[in-house]
């Protein structure tokens, strides 16, 4: 079955870098777009990223907007998110999940499967 | 992009009906017929119940329905039980964003 395992999580600074990860098994990871979706705590969810199928495209919220970069390792069915100059709120579980079906003869605009998240925390 | 609206809670009684609202815009639920609905545990990840507005992954309950008039679409939860108490978000594909997220309701089952 669809398995997403994100890792890389942690406590830093404001003002400095962490790299999160996802492993995807479980299905073609060739074949979907690929989402981060942040939450922090005791709040709603976020949007914050995209990458293509292919890795050819990418998407980002107005608030990691030049901060945070997402890519893909295909070869090794990896999701990343680089984050930089972090904030304090910045501080969420970051959640990988998948999107686009882009081999689907119908739109796939949705968010079928979830990791079970990363909690990263942003404080001096 | 601001997200889009829910009532902050909803609650109802064992085997009632409930409604969760979500109120965007033209250019996101209005503009689309992609909206979807996540139920979130608490300490759990979310998971899609309704997706492309009134469709149901396999295996979610048939209590669970979509629908959408204008720039509002709407969750019930029919028959509700014990274990739909959660937190519930929907989201929709935008013109700008791509995505967008509901600002979520808390059900509680009395």
């Known amino acids: 079955q669809v398995q997403l395992v994100e890792s890389g999580g942690g406590v830093v600074q404001p003002g400095t870098s962490l790299r999160l990860s996802c492993a995807a098994s479980?299905?073609?990871?060739?074949?979907?777009?690929m989402h981060w979706v942040r939450q922090a705590p005791g709040k709603g969810l976020e949007w914050v990223a995209l990458i293509w199928y292919d890795g050819s495209k990418t998407s980002y919220a107005d608030s990691v907007k030049g901060r945070f970069s997402i890519s893909r390792d295909n070869s090794k069915k990896t999701l990343n998110l680089e984050m930089n100059s972090l904030r304090a709120e910045d501080t969420a579980v970051y959640y990988c999940?998948?999107?686009?079906?882009?081999?689907?003869?119908?739109?796939?605009?949705?968010?079928?499967?979830w990791g079970q998240g990363a909690l990263v925390t942003v404080s001096t | 992009q601001s997200a889009l609206t829910q009532p902050a809670s909803v609650s109802g009684s064992p085997g009632q009906s409930i409604t969760i609202s979500c109120t965007g815009t033209n250019s996101d639920v209005g503009g689309y017929n992609y909206v979807s609905w996540y139920q979130q545990h608490p300490g759990k990840a979310p998971n899609l119940i309704i997706y492309?507005?009134?469709n149901r992954p396999s295996g979610v309950s048939n209590r669970f329905s979509g629908s959408k008039s204008g720039n509002t679409a709407s969750l019930t939860i029919s028959g509700l039980q014990a274990e739909d108490e959660a937190d519930y978000y929907c989201?929709?594909?935008?013109?700008?964003?791509?995505?967008?997220f509901g600002t979520g309701t808390k059900v509680t089952v009395l």
């Open positions: 479980g299905f073609t990871f060739t074949g979907y777009g």
């Open positions: 999940a998948r999107g686009e079906d882009f081999w689907s003869d119908s739109p796939h605009y949705y968010f079928d499967s």
């Open positions: 492309d507005v009134s």
């Open positions: 989201s929709s594909y935008t013109r700008t964003s791509p995505y967008v």
